[in-house]
């Protein structure tokens, strides 16, 4: 019987690699120039952990300083390493960071646009605060807006509507939120003296006929001076009251009529006088139906 002959398996050699043969053309410095400001980073962060902890090793060991002296240089070489550690970051990545400003920016501006009218409110209640045009409570005129201001925010002026142009000084019961951003285009006037007493106009219109007008004019104005009279002494220091706070002449507290034609050839009979607001609408009723007996009574003769 033949016995097989089995080859005997030689180790590997394994060649020592020369060192003395490598030259920089051999390494790969794709990854450290990819990732530069990372490799500066750590260099920067090493350094100065390195460069302060000896010099503060240096001040501690140093045999002749005293100890609040020591604890004075130690603090003051923190703040001094603290200080170039953030230029040096700054300066490493400014290109990153010049980017990152532009984003910034870009990105205010366009918040801007999405929130300028959120912000003229906000301006707005800034030139409200400022000048203080009214208060909770006050009555105003705001652009076409009117009414009572109930509530006053950052953001906007809610008010309870009343019919002032109506000439009934009630509420509506209707409400009007007014943004402040209103406040900076539109002009806003303080009716607040009107809540009390108000110079009331209202206009009686008829078609031109035989009745003269001048002749009811007087009995219209003892009328008015007789439905006025309980309240009259308290119209005329009230009257001045408001004028020397608004330092200007207003009309009232004598009630005054005028009589006019208008281009259709309407008589047009326009009563004026100062009253409590409350009671405008009530004395307005009693002078036309005074007007329409006297008006009937002429032309009946």
């Known amino acids: 019987m033949i016995d097989k002959v089995v080859p005997l398996m030689k180790e590997p050699i394994v060649m020592p690699f020369d060192f003395s043969q490598l030259t920089l053309s051999d390494f790969d410095f794709s990854v450290v120039k990819d990732h530069l400001e990372i490799f500066l980073t750590v260099i920067w962060l090493v350094l100065s952990y390195i460069i302060r902890r000896f010099t503060k090793r240096a001040i501690r060991l140093h045999p002749t300083l005293e100890h609040d002296k020591k604890r004075q240089r130690i603090n003051t070489l923190d703040n001094i390493f603290n200080l170039l550690l953030v230029v040096g970051f700054i300066l490493i990545w400014s290109s990153e960071l010049q980017n990152i400003a532009i984003s910034i920016a870009a990105f205010m501006v366009a918040l801007v646009l999405a929130t300028k009218e959120f912000i003229a409110c906000i301006v707005g209640a800034f030139y409200r605060a400022s000048t203080r045009p009214y208060q909770v409570g006050d009555w105003v005129r705001i652009a076409n807006y009117e009414g009572e201001v109930t509530d006053s925010d950052w953001l906007s002026t809610t008010l309870f509507e009343v019919d002032l142009k109506g000439g009934s000084y009630g509420y509506t019961g209707r409400t009007t939120v007014i943004p402040n951003s209103v406040l900076l285009t539109h002009t806003v006037q303080n009716l607040n003296y009107m809540r009390r007493y108000v110079t009331h106009t209202f206009s ?98």
């Open 204 to 301: 009686i219109s008829r078609l031109t006929d035989d009745v003269n007008l001048f002749e009811i004019k007087g009995k219209i104005l003892d009328k008015i001076r007789e439905y006025s009279e309980h309240f009259h002494e308290v119209a005329i220091r009230y009257n001045s009251l408001i004028e020397k706070r608004l330092d200007i002449k207003i009309s009232g507290p004598e009630p005054r009529v005028r009589i006019t034609t208008s281009p259709e050839g309407y008589n047009i009979f326009t009563v004026s006088l100062f009253c409590p607001t409350e009671e405008a609408m009530v004395i307005e009723q009693k002078v036309t139906e005074d007007f329409m007996s006297f008006w009937f009574e002429k032309r009946a003769k």
